[in-house]
């Protein structure tokens, strides 16, 4: 049994984790409230947007936009989307693990890893897959820091540009989508080429529009928005799952901490007891001798 000094000293290393744990919930709370709230307004512009390019592509010929091009896959790029920091659960290890599932998906194949997040960097930049390259970003890392469109738009139009130059046939996302505080949903989504809409048969799709100056012009500039856009959507998505994973991560460490020391003083009590009883038992024993 541990001594007395030992189980106090143990009490007080909890006592202080919890407090740690306590406090970066609280951060990750409120964090999470600001990045919700960015996320939330964004999808409904982002959805619109789609719709209104599907809408248009349905009604024109966009096999000359390069990004509709579908080729022979040879040369493929992921785009593994992490955070730049721990403590927030499975929530890096998920998006590596199924990033390496898509790498076995195209087996064979040229593939490169750009990593968004300072935790995926860190792991795929010890493998063969990571990108060497200097055509495309390598401070990926810093887009987290004070997230805003403006600092997408230049990794979004390189990604773009050798997707158009044909260095790469496909580009994936691996990303956690944020649903709520409590649940983040690992996506694997093509970025390039651009999929056919699937709603093209439907009644928005086939609206009664007056475009100026003209369908194509509209699509040639929508295009490379829509992309931007749904690139700084990935983004906000799995930078709103991050908080809500850490808090949700910190939140169960602090309930652990709670149980550890109630556990440990129990035990703590108990082990005084016993002292107690055995210090009752010295004196008595010793009573009785001197009697003798």
Do not use: W
């Amino acid at each position: 049994m541990p001594s007395l000094k030992d189980v106090r000293d143990r009490i007080s290393s909890v006592s202080s984790t919890k407090q740690i744990t306590s406090a970066m919930k609280m951060v990750s709370a409120a964090k999470l409230k600001r990045a919700q709230d960015a996320i939330v307004r964004m999808r409904p512009y982002s959805e619109k947007l789609n719709d209104i390019l599907g809408n248009l592509s349905a009604s024109i010929d966009t096999s000359e936009s390069p990004y509709f091009q579908e080729r022979d896959v040879q040369n493929v790029l992921i785009l593994p989307v992490t955070s730049n920091r721990g403590l927030c659960g499975a929530f890096n290890a998920n998006v590596i693990k199924e990033t390496g599932k898509l790498i076995e998906k195209y087996k064979g194949k040229n593939i490169t890893v750009l990593a968004i997040g300072k935790k995926a960097d860190d792991h795929f930049k010890k493998t063969e897959y990571n990108i060497k390259g200097t055509f495309l970003p390598r401070n990926t890392n810093e887009l987290f820091d004070g997230l805003n469109y403006d600092k997408i738009v230049d990794p979004a139009e390189k990604i773009m540009k050798a997707f158009e130059h044909k260095d790469f046939d496909v580009v994936h996302f691996v990303y956690n989508r944020f649903k709520n505080a409590g649940v983040q949903i690992l996506t694997s989504e093509q970025f390039l080429p651009i999929l056919p809409n699937q709603d093209q048969s439907s009644e928005s799709a086939q609206g009664d529009y007056i475009f100026e100056p003209n369908k194509a012009e509209i699509v040639e500039d929508l295009i490379p928005k829509s992309l931007k856009t749904q690139f700084y959507k990935v983004l906000l998505d799995s930078h709103a799952a991050e908080h809500g994973a850490r808090m949700t991560a910190m939140h169960k460490a602090t309930d652990n901490a709670t149980d550890m020391i109630k556990e440990l003083k129990l035990s703590y009590n108990k082990a005084r007891q016993a002292a107690i009883t055995g210090e009752i038992l010295e004196i008595v024993g010793g009573a009785e001798a001197l009697n003798n």
